[in-house]
């Protein structure tokens, strides 16, 4: 793409009578009309260009001004603000098409919770048993089992585990954190799964005091010499 200036853009619009006949010129042979029309090119060049040539900077939430990204937030759909801070808000919405792709699935629960630097582990518990479905138009739910007359399936459950090596086994995670976490939570989590809380986690490392006692006592069962036979009937009738 040609790189255009406007210093004498607005003079070199007019016909060659305009310059031919222009008056007042200087030792570079341009009238007054020309140098005119160059003090709205030069505003052009100096204060609205840049503007133009960085356009797409305008699109870009890695390097467009602070004060355009709640613009962009709204564009792309709002995207969680994670932890208030300008630099992971930029992120966020630059990975938001991407979030929203996969959101609901275990890579984007991983994404953004990388972000805030945690790292986790999903256990998903799926529920068991058949939704039935009642075909009559009366809401049966004094029957066992009950019968649905919306088309609502049971919800999975998941849980989380914080595995940062660095977080020490029952440690208390910062209440700070833990609202960043439970935002993504809230964000990400889909129509048909439910959050039932997070679980501890124990790292190969940790020292755990394991102490087994065993009292049970079992009686042993003597067997008589000649008590059973061994052998089977040669016929095929069953004695």
């Known amino acids: 793409m040609p790189i255009v200036f406007f210093k004498d853009w607005f003079f070199n619009q007019l016909p060659q009578r305009f310059k031919d006949e222009d008056t007042y ?39 467009c001004q602070a004060t355009l990204l709640p613009h962009l937030a709204f564009i792309f759909g709002s995207p969680v603000n994670l932890d208030d801070t300008e630099e992971t808000y930029r992120r966020t919405i630059a ?27 999903i256990i998903e518990d799926i529920p068991e048993g058949k939704v ?20 609502c399936a049971p919800c999975s459950g998941y849980s989380l585990a914080i595995n940062n090596a660095n977080t ?18 809230c964000f990400l989590q889909p129509i048909n799964a439910k959050f039932d809380g997070f ?24 067997f008589i010499p000649g008590s059973f036979d061994d052998s089977f009937d040669t016929p095929n009738s069953f004695k």
């Open 132 to 151: 039935l479905y009642d075909s009559g138009y009366i809401y049966d739910r004094d029957t066992i089992p009950v019968l649905y007359d919306t088309g």
């Open 95 to 121: 990975y938001a098409m991407q979030i929203y792709k996969i959101k609901g699935t275990l890579p984007s629960y991983e994404m953004l919770l990388n972000f805030i630097g945690v790292e986790v582990s």
């Open 199 to 222: 679980i501890k986690r124990i790292n190969i490392t940790d020292t755990l005091a394991i102490t087994i006692t065993e009292d049970t006592s079992l009686d042993s069962l003597e």
């Open 25 to 63: 010129k200087d030792q570079n042979d341009e009238g007054i009309l020309q140098r005119y029309l160059r003090v709205y090119g030069d505003e052009l060049d100096e204060n609205i260009k840049p503007y133009i040539d960085n356009f797409l900077d305008l699109v870009d939430a890695m390097k």
């Open 168 to 185: 020490p086994l029952n440690a208390v995670l910062d209440p700070a954190i833990m609202a960043i976490i439970q935002r993504i939570i």
